[in-house]
């Protein structure tokens, strides 16, 4: 199983304040399709929160744009996964059935630039009976998939073996915990998760806010690791990844697994109606 990626080690800027996502909103989310060398990154659309109306788009690893298309009523964008099948096959996991904004299930689809889908479009799965607020991701390393999910209001983590949770088993998950330790102050906003191994990678932090995190303090974003097989709190860094961004809200954090793992944290920057994302990444080793 793949090593954990320290995360004191110091963050390397790789894309800086792109302006190539489709909809002048934040970055939400992110994954690597990194046999085909693409990035998706989800977006809530300038009007879409209620609903949960989305937007993914598909990169380059330069952050230039090659298409997006749009998600009607899926979610929040809160996470999101990629599936690679030996054929080239390429799935895309989401939240869907979208709630007061956010996803009550999960579905998988393929990617198509300027489509639209809808629920309707989709076959959406509710893995986790009696539960709210639904968010997949996937690790190919160890060809599972996570879903964070809401029981009695508690966010939680629950893991399968992808192969039996594409085939609809759900009887016998590889784990499941409630989410912990992502921040040091309990009510700091969580901005996602991803899956690696053995290891769980959490972010969370809010914007810059002149009041209650001014840029001079570097702001209040914290990386931390849950260790899937005991659900326990590994270890937890505050970063100042990309601290002379304006605005500066952390948004997804995502692993690239080759040539050595890489944790990606987003950056969300810029004015409201025209923001930007830069990604730093933290590396491991081979």
Known sequence: MADPIDLAVPAERWLWRKDTLLEPTVLQ????????RH??????TRTGHAAGDLCLNRLDYQGKRL???????????VSIGVQNEPDGTVWIWTEADARNGYGQGVTRFHFAAGAVRTGADVAIRHPIAASANNQPT?????????VRYRASGVPRYRIWDLDAFVARDY?????????TGAHPDAAAPFQGYALHGDALYQIAGSAYDARTNPPAGHGDTYLSRLDVRTGALAQRSR????????FREPEGVAVRRLPVPWLCLGLASEGEGARRFSVYVKKGTA
């Open 29 to 36: 989310s992110f994954a690597f399709d990194e046999v085909h």
């Open 171 to 179: 009887s016998d998950p590889v784990a499941d915990f409630p989410q």
């Open 138 to 146: 996937v690790c190919m390393a160890s060809r599972r998939i996570a």
């Open 39 to 44: 990035l998706y990154a989800l977006q809530i």
């Open 67 to 77: 298409g997006a298309m749009y998600l009607r009523g899926f979610g929040h964008g």
């Open 239 to 246: 970063t100042e990844a990309g601290y002379s961004l304006t």
